[in-house]
């Protein structure tokens, strides 16, 4: 096992091991610090707030804010939130934890740049869903009743579809950015690039 995890990488064993370690032992803060020093060289500041929030001052202000957007994803409750981060049995600390995650909420309340992001995507999504139930009832009927424009129905729907889907994902990569959650923000904004793709090569086609 690396000697000093704050200057070696981690192999996905020994981080196994210190997932296991912090789980017998929630005070452990060697196996703490060294899952949230891993987590944040690489770029998951939602895990690195989940540990690090159990040490005062230990978590920056974007992996507290990462990490309570991820536990309102999840519905977390307070017995949840414990849980993800292998939080010890200290009513001081909960209370401290709590405080902390629910001024995070507070700056990401209605009205800010991540809530405004998040009710965007919210209606993207929808209208992606609807187009797609749409898309599938036009191409049922007008191939049912053998209409020879249905190959040009299919296809522009279909390109409406994959305009939404392209609309809603790259939203929520720059919602992700906005979070600091550089793999979310990657892997929607691949699929948006993806979807214009095929909207394009349908309308050239």
Known sequence: MSGNPMEFPLSPQELGVFKSRLADDPSDDEARTALVSWYRQNGHND??????????????ADEVRAYSSML??????DRRMREL???PD?????ARVSEQLSSALKITAPGSLAALIERIA??????FA????LTL????????????AAPEIASGWSSITLAFLAAACIVAAIGFAV???????????????????????LLSG
């Open 179 to 201: 979070e600091r959650m550089w793999v979310g923000a990657v892997i929607m904004s691949a699929i948006s690039v993806g979807a214009a793709w095929a909207v394009i090569a």
């Open 137 to 148: 009832g036009t191409t049922f009927v007008v191939t049912l009743q053998g209409d020879t």
């Open 85 to 87: 981060s292998r939080l």
């Open 72 to 77: 309102r994803g999840l519905r977390a409750d």
């Open 47 to 60: 895990q690195a707030g989940r540990y690090a929030i159990a040490i005062d001052g230990a978590a920056t």
């Open 122 to 127: 919210a209606v993207l999504w929808l209208a």
């Open 130 to 133: 609807v187009s797609v139930l």
């Open 90 to 94: 200290d009513a001081e600390l909960l």
